[in-house]
């Protein structure tokens, strides 16, 4: 493998995952993985880019910036694409109203987007709220539809949280599709477009970019997709054979954000 | 296409789906199709032989005879095929002790197998026990197990009741399969073991069998694949647009089960 100094040539830009990778989640609002509020410190006092790219979608963007200050990360919702603003936006720009099958805590990113009539579905990460009776719903409203949109915000498979591994929104996703013969539109993490939409609010071309994330498709082989570089943490969901994957190899491994921003600062804009 | 004469020649046994077919489905016990339950009886008169190979989960096979059995219906529990005892008998067989995601209606066809320490999940059409709770509970059980098995009764996307369209277990088959990446084994409709079991309870070969069913891939489909005959009734869950399916083309389309027994009296059996 080539050296960090060639592997790392040219970043001017970072992209940092969340959950996994600053801090880990749980439902009182999780613990930061040790050195990760050091290192996004140094990072900003830097000369590199940052922006915060997440598939959080039980949340909305002000919550959990404000769960992140707290555990004392120098963040600001600015500095965030999440899934739920983002589809706020192209909500608004398709004229589409959506049926809204969520979380009660994302609930707020859409309260400009007129939900009457529906004439497509949005699914995040609903949680508790995917129950029998709201994903017949959201069936229905599809299904009454002569092209039905379905929405998902992001598509994981599951994610851990300290009481053990909880079903994500991608698996929802794809009881929909099968149930109307039909292909999600996702979201989030890992859609081009919305990789793209980071980048261009962090005013950095892919190719000077690098995402750092601990999940070896959704964040690597995603970045890597639209021509950025991307290392993976050996933190959050990270699992050993991550690093013998069959189709996505990392254009670096780490311990953790601390080791990545180590290496980025010491070989990246001399 | 070929005379009803030379389309029926040979058939000996005629294997019937029941909902869609025998009577319309719904909370409060359905209601017969009209002509419904002379054609039975009158099938049942002649020489050839008849079975009933349902997909339904939610009800034991003693409930499912006795409902029809109040609707006039000619039909006791040993001729019918339905998934759960075949998958009570599946699981005997190979050792298997499962997690069971089922309705109340359907439990105590599982009344003699052992559930302690699941090395496997059946999932059956579970209606409001699809909850995010009792699915994270079985999809946790599928990832503690080395190898996870995953057991599906049937794979029905919809069904509809006169409360409008209900999604069917194989949207929740499809969640666990995408979360935890392995491919479920479908016990009914249209596995070719399950149309087997059924024609050597009837004593039949499938090339002298015919299928009566509404659903032009799982009944229609499935049979033919196994080497049977099969006609689409214009009744249940049919539309018009399935007499131009792109894969499937069943050997005959009848407006309902009376003229589909009308023309096997007529044409088989000389």
Redesign the interface.
Known sequence: MASWGERLEGVRGVLLDISGVLYDGSEDGGVPIPGSVEAVARLKRSQLKVRFCTNDSQKSRGDLVGLLRRHGFDISEGEVTAPAPAASLILKERGLRPHLLIHDGVRSEFDQIDTSNPNCVVIAD????????N??KA??VL?ELESPVLISLGKG??YKETS?????V???M????????IEAEVVGKPSPEYFQSALKEMGVEAHEAIMIGDDIVGDVGGAQRCGMRALQVRTGKFRPSDERHPDVKADGYVDNLAEAVDLLLQHTDK
Not at 126 to 133: L, N, P
Not at 164 to 168: A, I, K, R, S, V
Not at 174 to 181: F, N, P, Q, V, W
Request: glycine letters at 12%; aromatic letters at 20%; charged letters at 20%.
């Open positions: 609903a949680g508790e709220s995917f129950s029998y009776q994903m017949n069936f229905r299904m498979r599951y053990g591994l909880m079903l994500d991608g698996a929802y794809k009881a929909l599709e099968y149930a109307c013969g």
